[in-house]
């Protein structure tokens, strides 16, 4: 079962949340320092994807810049605003977290990686769910942490989780020889860490960038990455 995979990451990440909602609420100094330290945290998981790839820089502020404009067409940031807010509404009753910060932080954290697309196209292709079974461990441990500070909103991004890495899982499964391509999973890599450090920016609440809205460079990357040469061939340039 090819969404094996997927499905258990979800799984650790609603497990992991209701650990978190659990565990007694911490006192505002201590929210403040183990946020920051995931702040840190999570940037240094950015940059660290980001530098995997620096031959592909010019491809990658293409695709943040294309995507970008295709986000604010789109208003990404705004739809996922919108989602959170309604939860929030529903929710509010037993809920005193930031259900709308919770739910896209934590979408993007989890969603965005290299753990996430590798380990989706392999249990896509092979049937093989190793990369996404350690990366559930590992979203399992943050999820908890997350909730302690966030709330519930954390839990629903086990949602968006299982849609993208099914997506990509089913994708691969039909269609796997070019998401194997390791050029075009590293640019897209490399783009989504980028974004990774831009969360960490604004969990420290340094500077609001609108990471919702640079999503769609994930699409752009593979594109350019992989439909730039294609077409080049063609043209024996």
Same mark, same amino acid.
């Not at 920051?36 to 810049?65: C, E, F, K, R, T």
């Not at 890495?165 to 194997?180: D, K, R, W």
């Given at each position: 079962?090819?969404?094996?995979?997927?499905?258990? *990451?979800?799984?650790?990440?609603?497990?992991?949340?209701?650990?978190?909602?659990?565990?007694?609420?911490?006192?505002?100094? &201590?929210?403040?320092?183990?946020?920051?330290?995931?702040?840190?945290?999570?940037?240094?998981?950015?940059?660290?994807?980001?530098?995997?790839?620096?031959?592909?820089?010019?491809?990658?502020?293409?695709?943040?810049?294309?995507?970008?404009?295709?986000?604010?067409?789109?208003?990404?940031?705004?739809?996922?605003?919108?989602?959170?807010?309604?939860?929030?509404?529903?929710?509010?009753?037993?809920?005193?977290?930031?259900?709308?910060?919770?739910?896209?932080?934590?979408?993007?954290?989890?969603?965005?990686?290299?753990?996430?697309?590798?380990?989706?196209?392999?249990?896509?292709?092979?049937? &093989?769910?190793?990369?996404?079974?350690?990366?559930?461990?590992?979203?399992?441990?943050?999820?908890?942490?997350?909730?302690?500070?966030?709330?519930?909103?954390?839990?629903?991004?086990?949602?968006?989780?299982?849609?993208?890495?099914?997506?990509?899982?089913?994708?691969?499964?039909?269609?796997?020889?070019?998401?194997?391509?390791?050029?075009?999973?590293?640019?897209?890599?490399?783009?989504?860490?980028?974004?990774?450090?831009?969360?960490?920016? *604004?969990?420290?609440?340094?500077?609001?960038? *609108?990471?919702? *809205?640079?999503?769609?460079?994930?699409? &752009?990357?593979?594109?350019?990455?992989?439909? &730039?040469?294609?077409?080049?061939?063609?043209?024996?340039?």
């Amino acid at each position: 079962m090819f969404l094996l995979g997927s499905l258990v *990451n979800a799984g650790a990440i609603l497990l992991g949340s209701a650990v978190g909602l659990i565990i007694p609420k911490m006192p505002d100094r &201590v929210q403040e320092t183990t946020m920051q330290g995931l702040s840190l945290a999570v940037a240094l998981i950015g940059l660290d994807m980001a530098l995997h790839d620096s031959q592909d820089v010019m491809y990658i502020i293409l695709s943040l810049v294309i995507g970008g404009l295709i986000g604010e067409w789109w208003n990404v940031e705004g739809a996922l605003l919108r989602m959170g807010q309604a939860i929030e509404t529903r929710t509010r009753q037993w809920q005193t977290g930031q259900v709308v910060e919770a739910f896209v932080t934590a979408s993007l954290v989890f969603c965005i990686g290299a753990m996430a697309v590798v380990g989706a196209i392999q249990s896509g292709v092979s049937d &093989v769910h190793k990369i996404l079974y350690a990366k559930s461990l590992l979203d399992m441990v943050s999820a908890t942490i997350f909730t302690t500070t966030l709330g519930v909103g954390v839990a629903i991004a086990a949602i968006p989780v299982l849609l993208y890495e099914g997506l990509i899982a089913t994708i691969s499964h039909f269609a796997g020889a070019v998401l194997q391509n390791p050029s075009v999973i590293a640019c897209m890599t490399a783009t989504g860490g980028l974004l990774i450090v831009g969360i960490g920016i *604004n969990l420290m609440g340094l500077k609001r960038i *609108n990471v919702g *809205n640079l999503l769609p460079a994930m699409l &752009v990357a593979p594109t350019l990455k992989w439909g &730039v040469p294609t077409v080049l061939s063609w043209l024996h340039l």
